[in-house]
């Protein structure tokens, strides 16, 4: 399979985030790309190409304009006003204040930012912009008629929505390469996504629409982030009614149960009839992952790219969560094992 990267993408790194009131080393770090690039090329055969620059165009189809504009140019504004750490915004505009345009920086921070753990670095639109033609060159790829095609996105994206940025994504690469692969003539497309996470900004950029399926197994909101969003009774408006499916687990699922969830995704999948699916791929299901709580054992993830298999169906992978470092690259090295094994 071949594996899409840029080293442009490690040049976002948060100096820090806070966990659980307590300042501490980021989980989402350039450390991550880097262990699952050596594992999958070492799996892969080492076909690992540089993304293709599809320009500005594909994230503008997704993302606002001020959003762009404010993501890229952030950084130099901070750095203006003096501030010596990463960017991070200090008030928001919650339900009972007014969503206005601050002229202060920080207030402006706010307006887009929806979590503490997210912050803005020097490298963070360069990281997050290859992140998202990573994501681009592995839809192409599939579009011209590989089976898969491995984008090792990283930011990831499944949380950033139209106008947001929060856990660890600030554009949406699954979503970009949706909309990409709509606009290149595909009639629908799913994503579907086994982060354990809900992707909230990929439901929210698509909630409303026909043409894009949004398919999720993820954490309970209840117990876990985004907690805002992923609730099973979510299932799409308007025109988009039905076309969303949240498949809620609770804290502690191991393989077997969420084996039985995926068949229900898998049939919801086909009842849709996409002719491409877009998986967003996390590995944070993992037993020793650090910040989440299902039980997925190592060789689980030979059978969860199996299982997908049998959607018998062309899928770029896009790279989401996973922060059990010392795992990560094999785990995602076994999904693509599997993926290519067949069912
Ligand atoms: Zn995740």
């Known amino acids: 399979m071949d594996i899409i ?38 799996s ?7 993304p293709e620059d599809f320009g500005i165009g594909p994230i503008l189809a997704v993302h606002d304009r001020d959003y762009v504009e404010f993501l890229r140019g952030v ?17 928001w505009p919650q339900p009972e204040l007014m969503r206005v345009r601050p002229r202060s920086i920080d207030g402006e921070l706010g307006l887009y930012c929806a979590d503490i753990g997210t912050p803005i670095t020097a490298g963070t639109w360069r990281a997050a912009y290859a992140s998202a033609q990573v994501a681009l060159t592995a839809a192409r790829r599939v579009h011209e008629g590989a089976r898969y095609c491995f984008g090792l996105c990283r930011p990831p994206g499944h949380h950033a929505g139209k106008q947001m940025y929060m856990g660890y994504s600030f554009l949406n690469n699954a979503a970009i390469a949706a909309e990409w692969l709509i606009a290149s003539g595909h009639r629908r497309i799913t994503v579907l996504d086994v982060d354990y996470h809900h992707g909230n900004g990929t439901q929210a950029i698509f909630y409303d629409r026909a043409d894009v399926q949004y398919v999720s197994l993820h954490a309970d909101p209840e117990d876990a982030f985004p907690f805002f969003l992923g609730r099973a009774d979510e299932t799409g408006t308007g025109a988009g009614a039905d076309t969303n499916l949240n498949l809620p687990l609770p804290e502690g699922t191991d393989w077997q149960a969420y084996s039985a969830a995926l068949d229900t995704a898998l049939d919801a999948i086909r009842a849709f009839g996409p002719s491409v699916v877009v998986l967003s791929l996390g590995v944070d299901t993992f037993e020793e992952d650090p910040i989440s709580r299902f039980r997925f054992k190592a060789q689980d993830f030979v059978t969860l790219g199996r299982q997908l298999a049998s959607l018998d169906l062309p899928m770029p992978v896009i790279m989401e969560g996973g922060y059990a470092v010392a795992a990560l690259g094999a785990n995602v090295a076994s999904v693509l094992k599997g993926l290519q094994q067949g069912a």
Do not use: C, Y
Request: proline share 10%; aromatic share 8%; no cysteine.
């Open 75 to 91: 950084w130099d504004r901070w750095q203006a006003a003096g501030r010596p750490g990463d960017a991070m915004p200090l008030a």
């Open 5 to 42: 990267f840029s080293p442009d993408q490690l040049a976002h790194h948060a100096a820090a985030e806070f966990n659980r009131g307590k300042l501490g080393p980021s989980f989402e770090h350039p450390g991550r790309a880097e262990t699952i690039l050596a594992a999958v090329a070492a």
């Open 44 to 50: 892969e055969g080492g076909n690992v190409s540089p």
